[in-house]
């Protein structure tokens, strides 16, 4: 029992890096854009799919195809930006941006059906199959492959964000945009790339994810709404509170999982269901959510 | 044209509309015209309650499928454990959308604490805690659902026309009562918290109550139109039942007509609800209908994004007031113009 509760934990803390990830991404397009990428769910299949095509197809090392799938994530966010984002305006703005996002994420959808069909697929690699023994347990390598992927991709995150002139500007569009204008920044330009950023870093978590789990287009749906839970739970537009909520979450799950496998995902939503009842901007929001 | 005379034939047209509706069956008796025109029933009754309440509050709503697969759950288990079958499980429907609106209570006091986006991802993730509940209760049957009571006596050849008839009558409640709320003093508040909540509240405006009668009374007509569908359909499954795609067609429906307008969602729905099952009869994969169905979404939400009433009624206004322009132009100067212009009629309504 003990073993099963560590292993639980060590699970839930290294796949957790992994939801910090895509969580991250999603937060950072709030924080700047104010807009919720509902699409983020289905950018990490896509990504995943990316992946699946390039071992299959190209015999590409899961961790060599990202030279290739992070900037084609990365170009995709751009695009998806410049053509169904950029171009709403007024004072609906929000549920527009959201319900744009949502029909884009229907449009991949569909396209990863007709190209891959409903069949459950995976990733496999040289280490998705291998595992370590540490602490009286064997915990999959992919776990720590993923787990430092994350850690990485994050640290290169918060390396751009504090110490990179386009970092500040990030920065400075987060907090007032209006100001970060008058100041000469090119605000659009900002934001397309922050939705490029936040999009590419699914290349990396759809590689992890799709080693660890199979998936099919549909699979989406079920990260979409981890991902929000996280999000929110955190505070939108904290990146360090969506560290520290994924790691939180998914080793609640891992825990929950162990007695009753069936309700493990119901954590994620009924704890974003209770902390918002006490705490409407969530644990670490930095802003009041309920100003307009 | 005076006022009066508009009153007339506006009214002269709704009655002709639902006289048309009435007659649809006798006319179109063959099964598929009629299936069609349930289901388009069924999304005319859920598109005009989802704008009761995001359409008028402007709390957008992505989980109106919780009351209905709360509705729909309600009939099939309630009608089994008091043996009902028939034309009497109709009568099960009001109670349906009771069950629907004592879900919303709790929904309504956790999600209506906050706004925007937040709100709108919180109707997700309840949303996903339905679904999940309903693959895993034993109430609900599981994964593998339930079976809805069988009306095995009925004439096949008509066998439709009970389900269209209590939906068209559904129907023509809901777009009547989502007038009368428009029109009301309730009405006035939602629309005052959908334009400045925090101002709404300064004068007085107790938005909670509001909020939450609204959401309450949206849920309440869901559900019976949860009820209605899964009688019709024949089986709860969980993911048919707690379907993401139905929540997104019923919003795309309302944005395509025009939101907070009265005949817009139902315009939506008799659009779009024909065109997608039309769809799904001539192609057996789902794809296309997915991505045709997001295209047009991008479609809706790039170029129209008011809906095509508001914007068609822009469009007349601005083309009557040309044409005023035009004839005020060619009149010599001096004799001034006989024509009073005719009030741009809020013709959205």
């Given amino acids: 029992m003990g073993t099963e509760i560590t292993q639980a934990i060590a699970a839930g803390i290294l796949g957790g890096g992994v939801y910090a990830l895509m969580a991250a991404g999603l937060t950072l397009i709030f924080g700047v854009l104010d807009i919720i990428n509902v699409a983020q769910g289905i950018m990490v299949v896509l990504g995943a799919y990316l992946s699946y095509v390039l071992s299959?197809?190209?015999?590409?090392n899961l961790l060599v195809g990202l030279v290739i799938t992070v900037p084609a994530m990365f170009v995709i966010g751009v695009a998806v930006y410049t053509l169904f984002i950029r171009p709403l305006r007024g004072s609906e703005r929000t549920s527009m941006t959201l319900l744009a996002c949502f029909a884009v994420a229907l449009i991949i959808e569909g396209v990863l059906y007709w190209q891959f069909g409903s069949n459950y697929v995976s990733l496999h690699s040289s280490f998705t199959s291998s595992s370590v023994h540490v602490f009286g347990f064997y915990l999959a390598d992919i776990y720590l492959v993923g787990?430092?992927?994350?850690?990485?991709a994050i640290a290169a995150l918060y390396l751009i964000l504090y110490r990179t002139t386009f970092g500040r500007a990030v920065r400075a569009t987060m907090q007032n945009q209006t100001a970060a204008r008058l100041v000469g920044i090119d605000v659009n330009r900002v934001a397309a790339v922050t939705f490029g950023i936040g999009t590419a870093v699914t290349a990396i978590g759809g590689a992890v994810f799709g080693a660890i789990n199979s998936f099919t287009p549909n699979s989406g749906y079920d990260l979409i709404s981890r991902l929000l839970a996280i999000v929110i739970l955190a505070g939108m537009g904290s990146i360090g509170g969506a560290l520290g909520a994924a790691v939180l979450?998914?080793?609640?799950?891992?825990?929950?999982?162990?007695?009753?496998?069936?309700?493990?995902?119901a954590v994620f939503y009924l704890a974003m269901v209770i902390i918002l009842t006490v705490r409407p901007a969530g644990l670490f929001g930095r802003r009041p959510v309920r100003a307009q | 044209m005076s006022k009066s005379v508009a009153r007339g034939l506006r009214l002269a047209g709704l009655a002709a509309l639902i006289?048309?509706?009435a007659l649809f069956p006798l006319v179109f008796s063959n099964p598929?015209?009629?299936?069609?025109?349930?289901?388009?029933?069924?999304?005319?009754?859920?598109?005009?309650?989802?704008?009761?309440?995001?359409?008028?509050s402007g709390y957008l709503s992505l989980g109106h499928a919780v009351f209905y697969g709360t509705g729909a759950y309600f009939l099939v288990v309630a009608s089994r454990d008091w043996h009902l079958t028939g034309s009497a499980v109709f009568w099960l429907l009001p109670l349906a959308?009771?069950?629907?609106?004592?879900?919303?209570?709790?929904?309504?006091?956790?999600?209506?604490?906050?706004?925007?986006?937040?709100?709108?991802?919180?109707?997700?993730?309840?949303?996903?805690?339905?679904?999940?509940?309903?693959?895993?209760?034993s109430i609900t049957g599981g994964s593998s659902g339930l079976l809805a009571p069988v009306p095995n006596n009925w004439d096949p050849a008509t066998y439709n026309n009970p389900f269209y008839y209590v939906g068209l009558i559904i129907a023509v409640a809901t777009v009547a009562l989502s007038l009368a709320v428009r029109r009301s003093r309730f009405g006035l508040q939602l629309r005052a918290i959908r334009d400045d909540e925090d101002r709404a509240a300064g004068l007085g405006v107790r938005a909670m109550p509001v909020k939450l009668t609204a959401l309450v009374l949206s849920a309440f007509i869901t559900g019976m139109a949860g009820a209605l569908w899964v009688y019709f359909i024949g089986q709860a499954i969980p993911q048919f039942v707690f379907d993401p795609l139905f929540d997104l067609a019923v919003v795309l429906m309302a944005f395509f007509g025009g939101l907070g307008t009265i005949a817009g969602p139902v315009l939506g729905a008799l659009v779009l609800e024909p065109t997608q099952l039309w769809l799904n009869l001539q192609q057996s994969n789902g794809y296309t209908a997915e991505i045709l169905f997001g295209a047009l979404f991008l479609v809706v939400i790039l170029f129209l994004p008011r809906g095509v009433l508001p914007t068609a009624a822009e469009y007349i206004t601005a083309g009557r007031a040309r044409l005023m322009r035009h004839r005020d132009r060619s009149q010599p100067l001096g004799t001034p113009s006989a024509q009073t212009p005719t009030p741009a009629a809020g013709s959205a309504q």
Avoid: K
Wanted: net charge neutral; charged share 5%.
């Fill in chain 2, 97 to 137: 959308g009771v069950a629907a609106a004592v879900i919303a209570v709790p929904v309504g006091l956790i999600a209506l604490r906050v706004r925007r986006h937040t709100f709108v991802v919180i109707t997700i993730a309840v949303f996903f805690i339905a679904q999940l509940s309903a693959s895993n209760l």
């Fill in chain 2, 19 to 21: 006289a048309m509706a």
């Fill in chain 2, 32 to 56: 598929t015209a009629t299936n069609f025109g349930v289901v388009t029933l069924i999304f005319v009754i859920v598109a005009s309650a989802w704008n009761i309440f995001s359409g008028y």
């Fill in chain 1, 56 to 60: 299959t197809h190209l015999h590409l």
């Fill in chain 1, 249 to 265: 979450m998914t080793t609640a799950e891992a825990l929950v999982d162990i007695w009753q496998p069936d309700w493990a995902v």
């Fill in chain 1, 147 to 152: 787990f430092g992927l994350a850690v990485v």
